[in-house]
């Protein structure tokens, strides 16, 4: 076990941890109360400024002042984004609950790109296996020994487990991230013969029960496509060797008909996993969001992280659509980017996603291993999950975080001035 997960830096790290997480987590609120001074929101930024502070003290002691501007420096598109998120409040519908969120978003950043600096993939993997452990064991804990408290209490969704977070949907979609770690480190522990491997493996199946038990399309979806991600890169490391161009061809040609295929056949697939094609009612909220409510403000949007703020807004989006249980989110993260900070805030964020991907997808080929792929896989899973799910800083900030720790984590030292690489 990396010592650093054990020092004061490590613990910074847990409760940052927390709090990307806190608004997700049932015993707190989707949406703080911003218009009072005293109230949850602005004790949350409290601690986001104390962690901050600790950050920058992390930065002077380890003398990487110099080189975490320089890496800003490479990966100011970042930058371009809070910026929007931060301005949007003098357009937006409440300003102080923009203000938050900005603010949240803020920091949420400046910490994740120190960690992403600091850390490597092979010690991010340490940091999800042990984030990943302790939500299985509490949420787990919470649905044996406190069931109304564990399980949805609404219908549809009667029973299914949601652990610790709010929502099943959003406790399948972070336990199948940790789920895919929890299976490359099972690989790479029987390729070393590593006995660690059974401590993995015995979270793997864990987490698998807790997957099929959360009951949730999005999380089965999930479970398949990083998978399958999973076992093409293990097989890419094995046989890249002996591949050539036609070998490439061939397998994006199966790709693209397996994909017209699944595309024509979506209300089988569906079916196979007891939904409709409608995504539980998501196709209705995303045609009323985008022919009644996005082109009122198309270029800019209505105000980072405003509009769902708004309980008037969840209201009347539940009756403009007839869901029966409260609509808190657009279901889809790049909807709720382009509600927030309409299309020129929508690609600048996909600017940054496609960055990362590039640069994630260099440092996996460069390494060959299942390990230098995990910045890849985590973005990958931050598209594919956004997809059906709101998971970009809309009821947290987690995967903003990690999506930050990668961008920095691989962005090459050859952009980086030589005079700021010193470790």
Not at 177 to 184: G, I, R, S
Not at 348 to 368: D, M, T, Y
């Amino acid at each position: 076990m990396n010592k650093r997960l054990f020092s004061f830096e490590g613990f910074i790290l847990s409760v940052v941890i927390v709090l990307a997480n806190l608004r997700a987590l049932m015993f707190f609120t989707l949406y703080p109360e911003t218009g009072l001074v005293f109230g949850s929101a602005w004790i949350e930024i409290g601690f986001w400024i104390l962690t901050g502070v600790s950050v920058g003290y992390l930065l002077v002691r380890n003398k990487l002042v110099v080189q975490y501007f320089s890496a800003w420096r490479v990966n100011w598109v970042l930058g371009v984004f809070i910026i929007l998120a931060f301005i949007s409040a003098f357009w937006s519908l409440d300003f102080s609950a923009t203000l938050f969120r900005a603010l949240e978003l803020l920091f949420a950043t400046l910490i994740a790109s120190y960690f992403g600096m600091r850390y490597r993939p092979n010690q991010m993997m340490n940091v999800l296996f042990w984030f990943g452990a302790i939500l299985v064991i509490l949420s787990v804990a919470l649905v044996i020994g406190a069931p109304p408290t564990g399980t949805m209490p609404w219908a549809p969704f009667y029973g299914a487990w949601r652990g610790v977070y709010w929502h099943r949907n959003h406790l399948s979609s972070i336990i199948t991230l940790v789920n895919a770690v929890f299976l490359l480190r099972v690989i790479t522990a029987v390729q070393h013969r590593l006995t660690t491997g059974i401590l993995d493996g015995a979270f793997y199946l864990l987490s698998l029960v807790v997957i099929l038990f959360a009951k949730s399309a999005t999380g089965y979806i999930l479970f398949i496509l990083l998978h399958l991600f999973v076992i093409c890169v293990w097989l890419w490391i094995k046989y890249s060797a002996r591949l050539r161009a036609w070998h490439y061809g061939v397998v994006f040609g199966i790709f693209i008909a397996g994909s017209i295929l699944i595309l024509s056949n979506l209300e089988v697939v569906f079916g196979l996993l007891n939904r409709s094609p409608t995504l539980t009612g998501r196709t209705d909220l995303w045609s009323y969001l985008l022919k009644e409510i996005i082109p009122a403000r198309p270029w800019l949007g209505h105000g980072f992280g405003a509009i769902w703020a708004r309980e008037e807004f969840r209201i009347e989006t539940q009756q403009q659509i007839g869901w029966g249980s409260p609509v808190l989110i657009a279901d889809n993260g790049f909807l709720d980017i382009l509600l927030h900070v309409g299309v020129a805030g929508l690609l600048v964020f996909i600017s940054i996603l496609v960055l990362a991907i590039i640069q994630s997808l260099r440092h996996g080929v460069s390494q060959r291993t299942l390990t230098g792929f995990l910045p890849l896989l985590i973005m990958f899973y931050a598209v594919i999950a956004n997809i059906s799910f709101s998971l970009f800083a809309e009821t947290e900030v987690f995967v903003w975080f990690l999506l930050v720790a990668v961008l920095f984590m691989t962005t090459p030292q050859s952009d980086i001035p030589r005079n700021a690489t010193t470790r």
